[in-house]
């Protein structure tokens, strides 16, 4: 990841922990300092006195030599060879010229590297997947749901308020504001609301009854509200990755995820919190809460989209995961959450965090409702390059 002065200034003080290391001003020095800690902790040299009296002896111009580490050692008590202290001063100065070199060079974030991973290279294999690919058949439920309690909306799966919009028992209007006004109520408590899409989601859904009047079906999502994970951009709303550098950040692209959800007549009605930069559930408004047990996080980093599906506020959401940001916050919310095998959804328009672990996946209140979602969002779309059909 690339960050600006400011950002990683930003985060420093939001973190607020006691021993975040003060840095100096150039872009440079930061990178050396951040590298001489890890290079110092590789060869053994676990003291951190040691570690900090040395980084501090950094310059912010010329070559690193003997003598900072000399210093290093003399307040630390730690006593290194001669043959020790030529191979960091080599080392160090290699990391620094390396880090000039990249920081100069001007890449996009979300530029895809330079080799990728392809989870399957025999392409009979992908033929046969693909012949076996029939799509997600789920029954509606037959009897006649309640509409008269906005709490039994709320926690109903994607079949039964497909049902319910489907016997005219409520409009996708009438449920989006349900959830809209459930979420404004609930999220004073919880801290899983980024931003609200109203405007577009009240127009949205209008579209859905419209088309539903006239028996023009997408499919079992058509007129449902749902959540994103604020990692999956979305054109006239900030996606700020839970940083508070990117508080304001607005992509004037949408991600392939929400472009095919958009297809499917689903409905957004909010950008949902996640950790910072997709770790944990801390972000800069605090800390998204587990509903069962407001004391405690709802784990992350799909905070949000776990925390708001368990409670009842959106009809499904859509998290990613690296490493364990679907299946840990699913778990502590109790949702049933889907994390697709690498290579079976694209990651386009979304914050990448490891680009050869990253999964975008629903989560949803049940394992049918995955199912769905998935079938919505999966295959390539000609953007992510590791993605099958």
Known sequence: MSYSDECL??????????????????????????????ILSGIGIGSLVFQR???????????????????????????????????LVNEFNAVRATSQVLLEAQVDYAIHPAVHMNVHEDPQQVADLNAKRNG???????EKLSVDNNDDIGFATITELAAMLRKKQISSSELTRIYLNRLRTYDQQLLCVVNFCEESAMKQAAEADEQLSKGKELGLLHGIPWGAKDLIAYPGYPTTW???????????Y?????????????VLI???????????????RGMTRNPWNTEQGSSGSSAGSASATAAGLVGFSLGSETYGSIVSPSRRCGNSGLRPTYGRVSRAGCMPLTWSMDK???????VADCALVFDAIHGTDGEDPTVID
């Open 53 to 87: 009296a040395l980084s501090a002896q950094i310059p912010s111009a010329g070559e690193i030599e003997a003598s900072h580490i000399a210093a290093a050692e003399w307040v630390a008590g730690v006593e290194l060879d001669e043959s020790d202290r030529e191979s």
């Open 360 to 366: 975008i996946g629903p989560i949803c209140r049940s």
């Open 9 to 38: 200034e930003q985060l420093a003080n939001w973190v607020d922990h006691d021993d975040v290391v003060q840095e100096p001003d150039e872009q440079t020095d930061k990178v050396a300092r951040r590298k001489a800690l890890s």
């Open 136 to 142: 997600v058949v789920v029954s509606l439920p037959r």
């Open 254 to 266: 949408k991600a392939t995820v929400a472009s095919r959800l958009d297809d499917a007549g689903a």
């Open 242 to 252: 839970g940083a508070p550098c990117f508080e304001n950040q607005e992509f004037d």
């Open 270 to 284: 909010a950008k949902l919190s996640l950790g910072a930069l997709a770790m944990g559930d801390q972000w800069y």
